[in-house]
DNA sequence: GTACTGACCAGAT
DNA sequence: CATCTGGCCAGTA
């Protein structure tokens, strides 16, 4: 298995996620300039071995859902790395992405 | 080479 | 709300 540049340009756009702050796959995928290209995202954040720097938690899905399986141990560590920066799930188990997420600047 | 999959997404039903 | 549809495109089989 080989990681591509469009990994590293995916990585880098994370990289730059400010604490308290998320952003959907989609964005990051625009960022990156490979619009379109969401899914692209999340398959380059499971490459990502376990200790990484990388903020791939505030990675979020369109809808400020954690977009992994509900229950399962990583979306636990998720919901935990974000809570830890302040960043809660509203009653309906989303988000709240008017208020944190990275928008365009 | 083809066929299926997926940490996605927007729009339609 | 829940599903479905088509689009996306690098991995995997």
Do not use: C, F
């Amino acid at each position: 298995m080989r990681h591509t540049d469009n990994d590293e340009r995916i990585w880098q756009v994370v990289a730059l996620i400010p604490e308290g702050k998320v952003a959907t796959y989609g964005d990051v995928a625009a960022q990156a300039g490979l619009p379109g290209a969401a899914r692209r995202v999340g398959a380059a954040l499971k490459k990502l071995p376990e200790g990484t720097k990388i903020p791939w938690h505030r990675v979020i899905n369109a809808g400020g859902r954690i977009s992994l399986p509900p229950g399962s141990d990583s979306y636990r560590r998720q919901l935990e790395l974000l809570r830890a920066e302040g960043i809660t799930l509203r009653e309906s188990g989303a988000i709240d992405l008017r208020r944190h997420r990275m928008l365009p600047a």
